[in-house]
């Protein structure tokens, strides 16, 4: 086993070259986690502009997959769910696909999936990111396979805690992972909007309600990430008989909470469906 160290930059390799390819590398980048001359990503021939991505960054853009194994210690699958078997079917028989630690962000394939298009002794890590790290405001999840281990895991945390938040949890947890952090930032655009258009609608110009909807928003989170509980937050602004108060009876009066639980919920029910699907 090629034993990986934190304290080290790491050689880094991309099975897919798109933007959450390129958001990662640039997080690992910044974070000092690799060196740009360490990452190397494959691209589909036809895709010039991630290649030129890549190399922007002081990567290397390859385009196929073997090459890339055999140049890293750790390799990203990053690519559409069902592109995953084909694509590792290309380097299961690579003497370099042994003893490396893969780390898949492809929604919905599980690590008992990925493991058997992978060589007996490679370890697995499948992480559900969500779009945000782009920004480097991530919020993922991680589960092991097999035969990753306790430091396998904490590699990968640390290595999306480049761009945002990671925490480990049990894979039968990866449809809610999904359904809430994977699909959430919709429904928080989708509240961002609703919000911006009940300003609209009350006389505000629209790129100063879109503007103070969007602040308003990230101010929130931002709190709530320093510490606190939502409810009391919540109180702390809703003034007896005043406009805030009337404001939250009347989501409550509109089924607000059990909308976005329903969602959820939703969401996780789907994904389960894809999963088995995927997982066949």
Same mark, same amino acid.
């Given at each position: ?7 080290? #930059? ?8 798109? @933007?959450?390819? /390129? ?13 740009? &001359? ?7 021939? #036809? ?91 991530? #919020? #993922? ?25 990671? &925490? ?20 928080? /655009? ?16 629209? &790129?100063?309600?879109? @503007?103070?909807?969007? !602040? ?36 409550? !009066? ?25 997982? !066949?």
């Amino acid at each position: 086993m090629i034993k990986l160290s934190l304290k080290e #930059a790491m050689k880094i390799g991309f099975i897919g070259g798109g @933007r959450l390819a /390129y958001a990662l590398a640039n997080g690992f980048i910044s974070a000092g986690l690799a060196k740009p &001359d360490e990452i190397t990503a494959s691209c589909h021939p #036809a895709d010039t502009v991630s290649a030129e991505a890549f190399k922007s960054l002081g990567a290397t853009a390859l385009f196929e997959n073997k090459s890339v194994v055999e140049r890293s210690e750790i390799v990203i699958i990053s690519v559409k769910p069902d592109v995953v078997v084909p694509a590792l079917q290309d380097v299961k028989g690579l003497p370099a696909s042994k003893n490396k630690l893969f780390i898949s962000v492809a929604m919905g394939v599980s690590t008992g999936t990925i493991e058997k298009a992978l060589p007996i002794e490679a370890r697995v890590i499948r992480v559900m990111p969500n779009t945000p790290a782009l920004v480097k405001e991530g #919020a #993922a999840a991680l589960s092991r396979g097999s035969k990753a281990t306790a430091e396998d895991a904490k590699i990968a945390a640390d290595l999306f805690r480049a761009v945002g938040t990671c &925490d480990e949890v049990p894979e039968y947890q990866m449809d809610a992972v999904t359904a809430l952090s994977g699909s959430g930032p919709a429904y928080v /655009y989708m509240l961002i909007e609703s919000l911006a258009d009940g300003g609209v609608r009350c006389g505000l110009p629209r &790129d100063l309600a879109m @503007r103070l909807a969007t !602040q308003t928003t990230l101010g929130s989170a931002a709190m709530l990430r320093n510490g606190g509980h939502p409810a009391a937050m919540k109180d702390n602004v809703t003034s007896p008989g005043g406009s805030t108060a009337e404001g939250t009876y009347h989501l409550e !009066q509109n089924g607000f909470r059990s909308a976005i639980i329903g969602a959820v919920m939703a969401a996780t029910d789907r994904c389960k469906v894809v999963n088995k699907e995927l997982n !066949q």
